[in-house]
């Protein structure tokens, strides 16, 4: 293949890696996973990753060399939660008609590199986080594991030398983003405008605590995405998934972290895990952010949750569309229950949070 040929078509990509041949050593058929960034190939014992040829406003994966990059990303910040589980970067390489995948470190060879994979250890499905709540079979000491694990992270992640304005800034703009999907005349979501008026509102008054937070070097590189579905419980857990796109997204508070675990643990039917999850961390790292930030993060992240979940709509052609409105729904009245909860605060409470009160209430209380 010359430099000026055209690479071969995507479609001819996915079919090569749905194929036994992209798979060699590996038994049983090859599952195929499409997700709203990636195609995931699941074979035998291990899992393919392809990123798509997009760009978003949050991430741009349009070029081979931006996919090789974060697939490199990928692999190395990975490292830290989910050790043994992200193995190689592979190249995808065409050469005299078909296709091939090389470890990175076999380049150069004679054919030319089309795309970039990460290689990852299949991990056990049945112990998922969670499809452990949703079979009912998750405890109290496998949340103790997974915390020891986090706050072993935490502890050990640098403090971050984030601008306190522009912390707030970020969040202040996030709301900006959500308005924009959420009041889409193209879909009616009850409360959705009071929702977003309400976080606004939180967000002024609590400016001066999120700002405190960064000022105090409270932000760390984080996951990013810290959800139940990235949650394998093995012995040790480990965490996968983290976003290797965008180094802004991960910087993040550990509580604001924690909290959206908490929030999807919750919303999947677990909603014991949010308070446990939050005296581990406080216990361990000695910091115990007042209740009214606990639940201003719950109540941004549902809200995010909502838009992350219409965005669907917008693709051009959306899988699974019937699901995505239900879906924000739910996530808007999860906002509104913790955005109550401030208010039932009162004016200028919940910004200190006294060693050795009970936060089971105040992390995962229903209005």
């Not at 060879?109 to 990460?118: E, F, I, K, Q, S």
């Not at 983290?242 to 604001?256: I, K």
């Not at 908490?262 to 939050?278: H, N, T």
Request: charged letters at 25%; a negative charge; hydrophobic letters at 45%.
């Amino acid at each position: 293949m010359s430099p000026t040929e055209p690479p071969p078509e995507l479609d001819a990509k996915l079919q090569f890696l749905r194929s036994a041949a992209a798979h060699a050593g590996s038994e049983g058929p090859v599952e195929s996973i499409e997700t709203h960034m990636s195609w995931v190939f699941l074979a035998g014992d291990r899992v393919l990753k392809l990123k798509k040829p997009v760009r978003h406003a949050f991430l741009d994966f349009s070029t081979l060399q931006a996919r090789e990059f974060y697939c490199r990303e990928e692999l190395r910040l990975n490292a830290r939660l989910a050790p043994g589980v992200y193995l190689d970067v592979l190249a995808l390489q065409w050469h005299a008609g078909s296709f091939s995948l090389l470890p990175a470190w076999r380049l150069p060879a004679p054919g030319r590199t089309v795309d970039w994979l990460v290689l990852m250890r299949r991990l056990p499905a049945r112990h998922m986080l969670d499809q452990r709540i949703a079979s009912g079979e998750v405890t109290p000491a496998d949340i103790d594991a997974l915390l020891g694990v986090l706050v072993d992270f935490y502890g050990r992640a640098p403090a971050l030398a984030v601008v306190p304005t522009e912390y707030l800034q970020r969040l202040q703009f996030e709301q900006q983003t959500n308005r924009q999907v959420l009041l889409d005349p193209r879909w009616e979501l009850p409360g959705s405008a009071l929702a977003l008026d309400r976080l606004d509102a939180a967000l002024r008054d609590q400016a001066p605590t999120l700002q405190a937070r960064a000022a105090q070097g409270r932000l760390l590189d984080g996951h990013g995405d810290l959800r139940p579905e990235h949650v394998c419980l093995l012995h040790p857990p480990v965490v996968i998934d983290c976003l290797e796109f965008n180094a802004v997204l991960r910087q993040v508070d550990p509580f604001d972290e924690i909290g959206y675990l908490g929030l999807e643990c919750e919303m999947a039917g677990a909603p014991w895990i949010a308070a446990q999850l939050f005296e581990g961390c406080a216990a361990a790292l000695d910091d115990r952010p007042g209740p009214a930030l606990v639940h201003l993060y719950t109540a941004q992240r549902a809200l995010l949750r909502a838009r992350l979940a219409l965005a669907h709509l917008l693709d051009a052609v959306p899988r699974t569309p019937e699901r995505w409105p239900a879906r924000a729904q739910s996530y808007i009245e999860r906002a509104m229950t913790a955005l109550d909860a401030i208010d039932a605060l009162g004016p200028r409470q919940g910004n200190a949070l006294p060693r050795g009160h009970d936060v089971r209430n105040a992390v995962s209380r229903k209005a």
